[in-house]
Nanobody, 125 residues
Framework: QVQLVESGGGLVQPEGSLRLTCAAS????????VSWFRQAPGKQRELVAAIPNTGSFYYADAVKGRFTASRDNAKKTAYLQMHNLKPEDTAVYYCSANLAVTYADYDSARYVEVRGQGTLVTVSS
């Protein structure tokens, strides 16, 4: 079963930057409709950013102007660039996407919705 794997989390000081990466655990045709979520201790999971196949990107108000989501089609990888991090950004960050495992899946619009295990981001001095 193909999975998504996030990486790039860690401990960073306030006002620092991190870039999270989201990639499939094995070869796929490509990933679509990428979303980034986060869940802080004791809080509900929230949508941080979304890259739809069509339409505008979405960013939560709390991260607008500081976070940038992107996707590299050639590398079949998604990113979440985070700048000016704040302690309240501390959370486990997850990516989710619709995966086309093969070209036949893409051609048939046969996608698998997959979510990663998450990567911990801690913002603290």
């Amino acid at each position: 079963q193909v999975q998504l794997v996030e990486s790039g989390g860690g401990l960073v000081q306030p006002e620092g930057s991190l870039r999270l990466t989201c990639a499939a655990s094995r070869s796929i045709y490509n990933l679509y409709d990428v979303s980034w979520f986060r869940q802080a201790p004791g809080k509900q999971r929230e949508l941080v950013a979304a890259i739809p196949n069509t339409g505008s990107f979405y960013y939560a108000d709390a991260v607008k102007g500081r976070f940038t989501a992107s996707r590299d089609n050639a590398k079949k990888t998604a990113y979440l660039q985070m700048h000016n991090l704040k302690p309240e950004d501390t959370a486990v960050y997850y990516c989710s996407a619709n995966l086309a495992v093969t070209y036949a899946d893409y051609d048939s619009a046969r996608y698998v919705e997959v979510r990663g295990q998450g990567t911990l981001v801690t913002v603290s001095s």
